[in-house]
């Protein structure tokens, strides 16, 4: 970050580019309700139009009172009944090589009729709590749809979390079906997800319908009564939409919940409703990403996260936009994959994560070298702050010197992207997400909830409601008003740290709470604590995360073992993967120290911020309230031997 606060170059808006963009400086100028009305009203189309634009009883907002309307309907059935059937909504990328698909919107249409009906002939309906949990195949993309189109609200968890992640979801969202495929598909190697759905559905009771999608072919075996092949659903299903209509919703109606970690070790339930969500973004995604009929545009996210639920699947098809749909890794077969695609599809827009960036940028420029990548006009970047270098490096190397790079920050709970760049308008700075959206009010607080000046640091809170804002946690308001809504009076407390220059534009600083941010991907060190905790070897554990030149964040853990215990290779390798095992791949400690204690205060609690300062090497803060101090200069010694 310190070279974020040097930063000095600036990329004024291209004229050219500025000459076609959906958003004129005019657009900051326009009323908030006014705003929000004609957008809603220009962008989505309603079985019946609303009547109250917004309800703000904090900490709870409704959206769009009185509306009736689908979101498979706005995604997917208008643009056929438009004319633009034969446009192509997905061009799907297998992640094995020449594992392709082009889905056209007709085509898209006709999928997600037919898997609905198979859906409702098993009985799901309005209200029906669907779990899914998959990979990246057009049929996740189409399992969303079909709940949206019958009305059943769903979750869809991430491929990388294991059984016991995912049954934790289907127990809390009191799931009747789940959506699963047998396996999926990373790095030349399959996943197995029938295998993991079957664990977590044994300690998820109300699960009595399991379909599943034949990727490989080579799932678990499917349990008699309980298992549906997706063939088997769709088998004899009518194709006309008029066969399985899109469901009235109203405008508040839950549309999915999607899991987030939190500041405990349970993962917040965050609650997204029809016609605000859809509608921010709807919007956010055009003026963001200048999107026209000719876009070609790839967000290369996963499904499985917030971004790629807004902007792979409802922003996208909402506009009728063309996306790219991309199965595997950055580096399968070749470093060259992503560049390969981008030139195949013509690509004009992508959107990823600062962590790929550094990835690509590790690698070094010859593999993006290779291939003709001039058909980019737009770069995005999202999930974590964008150091000023992968910046440069994302805008030379892969926009070719002359593309805008937006630096998007949102979160989970946002639904929407809020602090944002607009193409065309916006002179942008490498390293800063520069302002507010069109209708968004933020502001950098003070510990007392003063707004600080120029240059000093704070908290970023939001400070009036948004159409796509979360509706809350599920079935837990105490929860929802102690971590959004407690800090300041009346302000969402977004738990980020930013800054504010004296042009007025914004720079995050990453998190302020026990969360953690590894390549963009939110875990929480107590959530990990708990995984390493539940290993019967270990006494206690601290988990905290370091600074990483390429993930961001890397996870630290320092560990207490049970008396008699080795402190052994081997017993480390064990302890990672227990934590795979309990919460998936991506929350495996980069580095774990055996320590015989950990640094405490004297009532007891566990002193992070002094454990985050030896993981990053940093000069020790404060240490005179501790228990026993002896204790520090022991971890800092193993930790400089065993990192
Ligand atoms: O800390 C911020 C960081 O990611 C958090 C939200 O994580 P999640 O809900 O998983 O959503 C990620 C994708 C929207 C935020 O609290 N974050 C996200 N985008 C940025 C960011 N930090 C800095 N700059 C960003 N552009």
Redesign the pocket.
């Known amino acids: 970050m310190d070279t974020a606060l040097a930063e000095d170059r600036r990329f004024p808006p291209d004229e050219v580019f500025a000459a076609t963009a959906n958003a004129d400086a005019s657009i900051y100028e326009r009323d908030f309700e006014e705003f929000w009305t004609s957008e809603a009203r220009s962008r989505i189309s309603w079985f019946r139009d609303f009547e109250t634009l917004y309800e703000w009883q904090p900490p709870y907002a409704k959206w769009y009172l009185g509306g009736s309307l689908n979101v498979c309907y706005n995604c997917v059935d208008r643009h056929v009944e438009a004319g633009n059937g034969d446009k192509v909504a997905y061009f799907w990328e297998g992640e094995p090589l020449g594992d392709r698909r082009a889905l056209t919107f007709a085509g898209l249409q006709r999928e997600v009729v037919r898997f609905a009906a198979g859906l409702r002939q098993l009985g799901v309906r309005k209200g029906t709590p669907v779990g899914i949990y998959m990979g990246m195949v057009p049929e996740l993309a189409i399992a969303m749809l079909a709940c949206a189109r019958l009305g059943a609200p769903f979750t869809v968890v991430f491929g990388g979390f294991s059984a016991e992640a995912l049954a934790g979801r289907l127990t809390d969202m009191e799931c009747e079906v789940l959506i699963t495929q047998d396996q999926g598909w990373r790095k030349g190697r399959t996943v197995p997800l029938k295998a993991n759905a079957d664990d977590a559905v044994s300690r998820a009771p109300k699960v009595t319908t399991v379909v599943v999608l034949e990727r490989t072919g080579q799932g678990a075996a499917l349990t008699e009564g309980r298992d549906h092949t997706w063939a088997s659903v769709v088998a004899g299903q009518p194709d006309d939409p008029a066969a399985c209509p899109c469901e009235p919703m109203d405008s508040e109606d839950l549309l999915f919940l999607l899991y ?1 970690s939190g500041t405990t070790g349970k993962p917040k339930g965050i609650v997204h409703t029809t016609a605000g969500y859809l509608t921010g973004v709807a919007t956010t995604h055009h003026y963001i990403f200048d999107i026209s009929p000719a876009t070609v545009y790839w967000c290369a996210a996963d499904i499985g ?3 790629g639920h807004s902007y792979i699947v409802f922003g996208p098809l909402a506009n009728g936009t063309t996306s790219v749909l991309y199965e595997g890794v950055p580096d399968f077969p070749e470093r060259d994959r992503w560049w390969d695609i981008i030139e195949r599809y013509r690509v004009t827009v992508l959107y990823t994560a600062p962590t790929a960036i550094r990835t690509h940028m590790k690698w070094g420029p010859q593999y993006a070298e290779q291939h003709d990548l001039s058909s980019l006009r737009l770069l995005g ?6 150091n000023p270098e992968a910046w440069i490096w994302y805008r030379k190397h892969i926009g070719g010197d002359h593309t805008p790079v937006v ?7 946002t639904g929407m992207i809020m ?1 944002t760049p607009l193409p065309g308008v916006t002179t942008l700075k490498p390293g800063s ?1 520069t302002r507010p959206f069109p209708g968004v009010q933020a502001a950098v607080y003070n510990e007392s909830g003063e707004p600080v000046g120029p240059g000093a640091g704070g908290y970023l809170v939001l400070k009036r409601p948004w159409p796509a804002m979360l509706r809350g946690l599920y079935k837990d308001d105490e929860r929802y008003r102690a971590t959004y809504w407690s800090r300041y009076d009346g302000v969402y407390f ?3 740290g930013a800054r504010v220059d004296s042009d007025g534009d914004l720079w ?1 600083l ?2 302020v709470d026990d ?1 953690m ?1 590894v390549s ?3 875990l929480s060190t107590i959530e990990v604590e708990s995984a390493l905790v539940d290993h019967h070897d270990v006494a206690e554990a601290a988990v905290v995360g370091r600074a990483d030149a390429q993930t961001g964040q890397a996870i630290v853990s320092y560990v207490t073992l049970k008396a008699g215990v080795d402190a052994s290779p081997a017993k480390l390798t064990e302890l990672r993967e227990h934590v795979a095992m309990r919460i998936g791949r991506i929350a495996m400690p980069a580095n774990i120290v055996f320590t015989p204690e950990l640094p405490k205060t004297r009532s007891g609690k566990i002193m992070r911020r002094l454990l985050r300062d030896v993981a990053d090497n940093r000069e020790l803060g404060d240490t005179t309230t501790l228990a026993d101090p002896a204790v520090v200069e022991e971890i800092k010694t193993r930790a400089v031997t065993e990192a």
Do not use: C, K, M, Y
């Open positions: 987030s996260w917030i971004t970047s999202v999930g974590e702050p964008i630096d998007t920050w949102w979160q989970t709970e602090i997400a977004t738990g980020d995050l990453g998190r969360v941010n963009g991907h939110r």
